[in-house]
């Protein structure tokens, strides 16, 4: 079956980058109403042994003397002296970088803003978040990515700092990094008693499952936890699949377990179950299952995805109540018992199921932990939510993934 994640937007780039709402000049000359002489017009006030170097700094940069700012940014930091100082410097190089349009001087300049010490965490963080994203949309990746990294070691837990930087990272092909970005900005919210916004969830696990990464299923658990839908099972469900491709009794595992959930949503889905059940010659569970599809106007019986297997269940018998009680008293195996407990799963019967699954645990030839999964979702369905936890919670080995998922609708039911 094919599957895809839908593509989730998230903005990177920052309407009014914050370094360019930070203009400032230093004055040098006394006028009437404005400030004393070497004083900003921001009430900063260079120190006198760094105030003629700045003012010449200042000049340079009012006449966009390009080939000499260099010069006089390195001279006005060899005599600054206090954080006033950097910063003013800092901000002449930050107003000479955006008008050049340099993005390497720009990060340079937001350096030694960082440097001065006058302007606090947050504000240095946003300088770097927006150089990021200067830098992303044009594409520059690996210096987008140091400015992020820059803006995370001051703001750690910042959502849009993490969220960029995972963006980032999946620009450069970094899957694995990208998820692991995207996981800390679920993390900090969780810290902070706050529910992560759906989509932070939906892309999380769009990038694990196009980077085949191990943690996708588990991703895709906790995306159903927080935001249990058919969408959501579908997609989780449909990764786990994807990516273990599990056998025809798992396969019909999870098939049944969208069943419950109302996420069967798409023709192939039905296609599968169908096809699966008849497999296992569960012809009851197969027409059963095409039937709904058809009540949902999800199944065209005409279409060439189902003629045939319609056709091919029409020639079938299908079992009675009566026919699998008697099949049960004469069973050879205990096999044979969890095939017919499985008929009356297919016919809705699942506490009749569920005695059956029973009677064939510990016999010869019966995978215990296909029993129990097979008893816990049986028992899930019949509203024993403590007996259907206790089965599901057995289950170990390659089913245990499939147990979680039934448990984990357990908890949502």
Same mark, same amino acid.
């Given at each position: 079956?094919?599957?895809?994640?839908?593509?989730?937007?998230?903005?990177?780039?920052?309407?009014?980058?914050?370094?360019?709402?930070?203009?400032?000049?230093?004055?040098?000359?006394? #006028?009437?109403?404005?400030?004393?002489?070497?004083?900003?017009?921001?009430?900063? #006030?260079?120190?006198?042994?760094?105030?003629?170097?700045?003012?010449?700094?200042?000049?340079?940069?009012?006449?966009?003397?390009?080939?000499?700012? =260099?010069?006089?940014?390195?001279?006005?930091?060899?005599?600054?002296?206090?954080?006033?100082?950097?910063?003013?410097?800092?901000?002449?190089?930050?107003?000479?970088?955006?008008?050049?349009?340099?993005?390497?001087?720009?990060?340079?300049?937001?350096?030694?803003?960082?440097?001065?010490?006058?302007?606090?965490?947050? #504000?240095?963080?946003?300088?770097?978040?927006?150089?990021? @994203?200067?830098?992303?949309?044009?594409?520059?990746?690996?210096?987008?990515? &140091?400015?992020?990294? #820059?803006?995370?070691?001051?703001?750690?837990?910042?959502?849009?700092?993490? $969220?960029?930087? &995972?963006?980032?990272?999946?620009?450069?092909?970094?899957?694995?990094?990208?998820?692991?970005?995207?996981? *800390?900005?679920?993390?900090?919210?969780?810290?902070?008693?706050?529910?992560?916004?759906?989509?932070?969830?939906?892309?999380?696990?769009?990038?694990?499952?196009?980077?085949?990464?191990?943690?996708?299923?588990?991703?895709?658990?906790?995306?159903?936890?927080?935001?249990?839908?058919?969408?959501?099972?579908?997609?989780?469900?449909?990764?786990?699949?994807?990516?273990?491709?599990?056998?025809?009794?798992?396969?019909?595992?999870?098939?049944?377990?969208?069943?419950?959930?109302?996420?069967?949503?798409?023709?192939?889905?039905?296609?599968?179950?169908?096809?699966?059940?008849?497999?296992?010659?569960?012809?009851?569970?197969?027409?059963?299952?095409?039937?709904?599809?058809?009540?949902? *106007?999800?199944?065209?019986?005409?279409?060439?995805?189902?003629?045939?297997?319609?056709?091919?269940?029409?020639?079938?018998?299908?079992?009675?109540? &009566?026919?699998?009680?008697?099949? &049960?008293?004469?069973?050879?195996?205990?096999?044979?018992?969890?095939?017919?407990?499985?008929?009356?799963?297919?016919?809705?019967?699942?506490?009749?199921?569920?005695?059956?699954?029973?009677?064939? $645990?510990?016999?010869?030839?019966?995978?215990?932990?296909?029993?129990?999964?097979?008893?816990?979702?049986?028992?899930? *369905?019949? @509203?024993?939510? =403590?007996?259907?936890?206790?089965?599901?919670?057995?289950?170990?080995?390659? *089913?245990?993934?499939?147990?979680?998922?039934?448990?984990?609708?357990?908890?949502?039911?």
């Amino acid at each position: 079956m094919k599957f895809t994640l839908p593509a989730l937007g998230i903005g990177l780039a920052i309407a009014a980058p914050a370094y360019a709402q930070m203009g400032m000049s230093i004055d040098p000359t006394p #006028k009437t109403a404005e400030p004393a002489k070497g004083q900003s017009k921001d009430g900063l #006030k260079p120190s006198s042994a760094a105030l003629d170097a700045i003012v010449a700094l200042q000049n340079a940069v009012n006449a966009n003397d390009v080939a000499n700012i =260099p010069a006089k940014v390195a001279a006005a930091q060899k005599v600054a002296k206090t954080k006033e100082d950097r910063y003013i410097i800092g901000q002449m190089q930050l107003k000479a970088a955006i008008a050049s349009k340099d993005n390497g001087a720009l990060g340079a300049a937001i350096d030694t803003l960082a440097a001065s010490g006058y302007l606090d965490a947050a #504000k240095v963080g946003e300088l770097y978040r927006s150089l990021g @994203g200067t830098y992303f949309n044009e594409k520059q990746y690996d210096p987008a990515a &140091a400015a992020y990294d #820059k803006a995370i070691a001051i703001d750690p837990n910042h959502p849009d700092g993490l $969220m960029m930087l &995972a963006e980032t990272r999946n620009a450069q092909g970094r899957k694995a990094e990208a998820v692991a970005a995207f996981q *800390r900005v679920l993390q900090a919210s969780i810290a902070a008693g706050q529910k992560p916004r759906e989509e932070i969830y939906r892309r999380t696990v769009a990038l694990a499952y196009e980077g085949k990464l191990a943690s996708a299923p588990e991703l895709g658990r906790q995306w159903v936890a927080a935001y249990p839908s058919p969408d959501s099972w579908r997609n989780a469900i449909a990764i786990y699949r994807n990516l273990t491709m599990p056998d025809v009794e798992g396969t019909l595992g999870l098939l049944r377990l969208m069943q419950a959930t109302g996420a069967l949503t798409a023709a192939g889905d039905y296609n599968l179950f169908a096809t699966a059940s008849a497999e296992q010659l569960n012809y009851n569970e197969a027409q059963a299952v095409l039937d709904a599809g058809i009540a949902a *106007r999800i199944v065209d019986p005409a279409s060439p995805l189902f003629k045939d297997t319609i056709t091919a269940l029409k020639a079938k018998q299908k079992a009675t109540e &009566a026919d699998l009680a008697l099949a &049960a008293k004469t069973a050879a195996n205990g096999m044979a018992l969890l095939r017919i407990g499985d008929r009356y799963y297919g016919m809705g019967n699942f506490a009749k199921a569920a005695e059956l699954y029973r009677q064939s $645990m510990g016999k010869p030839g019966v995978d215990g932990n296909v029993a129990n999964l097979h008893l816990g979702m049986a028992l899930a *369905r019949a @509203g024993d939510k =403590p007996g259907a936890t206790a089965a599901l919670n057995a289950v170990t080995g390659p *089913r245990a993934d499939i147990a979680k998922y039934w448990l984990l609708y357990l908890a949502k039911a």
